[in-house]
């Protein structure tokens, strides 16, 4: 278990987010209980107090992990969110079409000049406007194939 964890904190770390935060997230997924205090999370994977800290933050910032609550509990417990898989891939959306316009920006600066400045801009338009239609359908296949395995 602890292997994965760290597998986690490095693929994350790959991805640009700080290794301790890629770790808090690998052991979010296979912890028991699901919610953990902060220092209880501390405990189980060694690391400072702040950096603990300030990887929860950045995991909620995300919407990957929520704070939470407990009944007779002064503390603060972090989980993993149950829908943050499928709202992230949303997200992208969004993201997708805020690229896509970008490149649109910088054709209409380009109006007018040779093809050869204006190609790149115009793959880059061409790639987010495909994915930016292909996206959407693609989670709705998903929400309605995890439906279908939710029935078994």
């Given at each position: ?9 490095i ?18 997924l ?25 990887s ?65 801009l ?24 995890a ?6």
């Amino acid at each position: 278990m602890k292997a994965f964890v760290e597998h986690v904190g490095i693929q994350l770390e790959e991805f640009g987010m700080p290794r301790m935060a890629g770790r808090v997230l690998g052991w979010l997924l296979v912890c028991m209980p699901p919610h953990q205090r902060a220092s209880e999370i501390q405990a189980a994977l060694g690391g400072s107090k702040a950096s603990i800290s300030t990887s929860l933050q950045i995991l909620v910032r995300l919407d990957i992990v929520e704070r939470i609550g407990m009944p007779g509990e002064r503390s603060a417990f972090y989980q993993l969110r149950v829908a943050s898989w499928t709202e992230q891939l949303e997200r992208k959306v969004l993201r997708i079409g805020a690229m896509r316009k970008l490149a649109e920006r910088g054709l209409a600066a380009l109006e007018g000049e040779l093809p050869e400045r204006r190609r790149r801009l115009e793959e880059i338009q061409d790639m987010y406007r495909f994915f930016e239609a292909e996206w959407p359908p693609l989670v709705e296949r998903y929400r309605a194939y995890a439906a279908r395995k939710d029935r078994r």
